[in-house]
């Protein structure tokens, strides 16, 4: 069943009825066949994490885009646990190609650790799947929302333009994923350019405005960056100040490069 095409997994963190997601879907559907599998509520900021706390829960819903149902898969657990249970129970054979997003907001910077978009993109590509991580840059507001008032139809270009290029092509050696991330004022027609991690954190957080800790209380977050010392190379700055799509390679391996003898050194 469905192996003239390409096995195609779309998740995200923004829930199952996130609108980024089936613009994805819709974008992804020329290159392959696509199954949907979708945290049950939202779950951003989840990062890659496997709670033992998450249900496991699997329920197919019918999901209406622009007249077209499709059959989806809400599932309860972050966007790590989701991509398992789909590679390992829900799809019919092992996908060539995990795609997580589109997101609401940009992941950029050393701050991505927390993203599960990013977390979803990691977790398959532990498993040697070729995986993207795609966002779109919002205003802080949408973050969190299945607002209608952003258009997903730039970013979805893109995510066909990378699920082309990883379906294609095998990934360089030492990069296991990539992460792309577009500007909120981008068009098929923008260039994208290859950026690594901004070592500027990209979110702030800030302290739950509380009267008491007995009282429920959110931290915040705000966006707080200094351009003016951001790496030229950055996903920062290629994002913000050029307004470039910005496509950055990533490895699994945390290990930090650091010479033997500086190592020696701080130990001896």
């Given at each position: 069943?469905?192996?003239?095409?390409?096995?195609?997994?779309?998740?995200?963190?923004?829930?199952?009825?996130?609108?980024?997601?089936?613009?994805?879907?819709?974008?992804?559907?020329?290159?392959?066949?696509?199954?949907?599998?979708?945290?049950?509520?939202?779950?951003?900021?989840?990062?890659?994490?496997?709670?033992?706390?998450?249900?496991?829960?699997?329920?197919?819903?019918?999901?209406?885009?622009?007249?077209?149902?499709?059959?989806?898969?809400?599932?309860?657990?972050?966007?790590?646990?989701?991509?398992?249970?789909?590679?390992?129970?829900?799809?019919?054979?092992?996908?060539?190609?995990?795609?997580?997003?589109?997101?609401?907001?940009?992941?950029?910077?050393?701050?991505?650790?927390?993203?599960?978009?990013?977390?979803?993109?990691?977790?398959?590509?532990?498993?040697?799947?070729?995986?993207?991580?795609?966002?779109?840059?919002?205003?802080?507001?949408?973050?969190?929302?299945?607002?209608?008032?952003?258009?997903?139809?730039?970013?979805?270009?893109?995510?066909?333009?990378?699920?082309?290029?990883?379906?294609?092509?095998?990934?360089?050696?030492?990069?296991?994923?990539?992460?792309?991330?577009?500007?909120?004022?981008?068009?098929?027609?923008?260039?994208?350019?290859?950026?690594?991690?901004s070592p500027q954190s990209y979110y702030r957080s800030i302290k739950p405005g509380r009267s008491s800790w007995d009282v429920p209380g959110r931290l915040g977050y705000e966006i707080a960056i200094d351009l003016e010392?951001?790496?030229?190379?950055?996903?920062?700055?290629?994002?913000?100040?050029?307004?470039?799509?910005?496509?950055?390679?990533?490895?699994?391996?945390?290990?930090?490069?650091?010479?033997?003898?500086?190592?020696?050194?701080?130990?001896?």
């Amino acid at each position: 069943m469905h192996t003239t095409k390409p096995q195609i997994l779309l998740t995200n963190d923004d829930g199952i009825h996130s609108p980024g997601l089936w613009a994805a879907a819709q974008a992804l559907s020329r290159l392959g066949f696509v199954t949907v599998a979708a945290p049950r509520e939202q779950a951003s900021g989840a990062g890659r994490s496997v709670p033992a706390g998450s249900d496991g829960i699997i329920r197919e819903e019918n999901v209406n885009v622009n007249g077209q149902v499709w059959k989806a898969y809400a599932v309860g657990g972050t966007p790590a646990q989701v991509t398992l249970h789909a590679i390992l129970e829900i799809m019919p054979q092992r996908p060539q190609l995990v795609v997580s997003g589109i997101n609401y907001g940009e992941n950029v910077s050393i701050s991505i650790s927390a993203s599960g978009t990013v977390g979803a993109a990691l977790e398959s590509a532990s498993l040697g799947i070729p995986s993207l991580a795609i966002s779109l840059q919002t205003e802080t507001r949408h973050h969190y929302s299945n607002s209608d008032e952003v258009d997903f139809s730039t970013a979805a270009h893109f995510t066909a333009l990378f699920g082309r290029l990883l379906l294609e092509r095998p990934l360089p050696p030492s990069v296991d994923l990539i992460k792309v991330d577009i500007p909120s004022d981008a068009t098929p027609e923008t260039a994208w350019a290859w950026t690594r991690l901004s070592p500027q954190s990209y979110y702030r957080s800030i302290k739950p405005g509380r009267s008491s800790w007995d009282v429920p209380g959110r931290l915040g977050y705000e966006i707080a960056i200094d351009l003016e010392h951001e790496p030229q190379d950055s996903d920062v700055y290629i994002l913000l100040q050029r307004r470039l799509v910005s496509v950055t390679p990533l490895t699994l391996d945390m290990t930090a490069r650091v010479a033997p003898q500086e190592l020696e050194q701080f130990g001896g």
